[in-house]
Every structure is written in C-alpha cells, then in structure tokens.
C-alpha cells in the first residue's frame, strides 16, 4: 500500500515539475511604462518612467512611453491626475494606454488634441477624456478616433464642448485606413 501511495505522490510531483515552464512562460510579464502627471503622488512620480509638467504639452511624454514599448505591445499605465493634452497621442499596435479608473485619471484635450487609434489592436481602459477649443476648419474629429480594427474601449467615460464633432468617432475610409491583405 506504501508503494503505491509513493508512487502516486512521485507521479505528482513529477507532472508538477513538468508543467512549471508552461505556466512559468504563460505568465511572463507584460512589459509596462508608468507615466505621471504634474498633480500625481510623489509616490507614483518616483515610480514613473516619464513625468509630464502639467503643461498643454503632457501627450509628448505620453507618446514618448507608447514608442519606448517594444514592437510586440505593452501596456502605458497613467498614474491618477490630470494630463493636458494640446496634441495628438498615436498608441503603437497590440498596446494598451490604460489610467487608474474614471475617476483617478484625466485626459484633456484642446487644440485639436486628441488620441488616433490608427494601428491595430490597441485597448483604452479606465480614464476620462474631455475635448475642448478645437479649431472650426478640423473635420471628422472626435476626441478618440478609431480607424483600425481590433479596438478595445474600456472603462472610458469622455465629454467635449460643441467646438468637436464626437466624443468617439469611428471611421473607415479606404483612403486613410486601408486593413492587410
């Protein structure tokens, strides 16, 4: 009866053994870059890759953090605050721009700011964006622009001043998004 009992727990623990580089590989990290704004903790700031100065120039540091994610994706974490934005942010292919919630994490855009999602695969999740002061001759705007496929939209609340056509405007237009054969 011993024997058998051993035999099972050897069994067990060999099949064990034999999973952990499956479970260990499915479980690598996703490579992530943490931004903060001027008013975010001196807590997350000291944890920041970047941290913006509060300006109307705070997409700069934004999409610095989207380029610095290697080719295969990642994930842009925006600390809680408020990131004025007067440009536009582009996110890169498989990458995530994602804040700390609705409530924690504020994108304001003026200027003709706003975020292009032109490539594919890309997640927004957990901010608030507002798009205010855009100029009369822009046409087809909306503070997020979706062009691509394969988009995720989580957890965004947004607003926008009647100076911008939509909040969230989906566009497919042959001449400025054209998918992969």
Known sequence: MRDRRTTKL??????????????????????????????????DKAAAAYVCDGGVNDHVEIQ??????????????????????AGIISPKAGSTLKG?????????FTRDGRINV???SVTLDGF????TGYSSGVKWL????????HAKIHNIAG????????VYLLIHDPTVYAPDP
């Open 118 to 120: 032109d490539r594919e």
């Open 128 to 131: 608030h964006i507002k798009g």
């Open 142 to 149: 909306g503070v997020v622009n979706i062009r691509a496929s």
């Open 64 to 85: 610095a953090a989207l380029n610095a994610l290697p080719s295969s994706g990642g994930v842009v974490l925006l600390s809680s605050g408020t990131y004025n934005c």
């Open 159 to 166: 607003t926008a001043d009647a100076s911008i056509q939509a």
């Open 10 to 43: 050897l069994i067990a623990v060999f099949l064990i053994v034999g999973l952990i580089p499956i479970v260990g590989g499915a479980l690598e990290a996703t490579p992530t870059t943490i931004v903060a704004a001027s008013d975010s903790s001196a807590a």
């Open 100 to 108: 700390e919630g609705e409530s924690e994490t504020n994108l304001v």
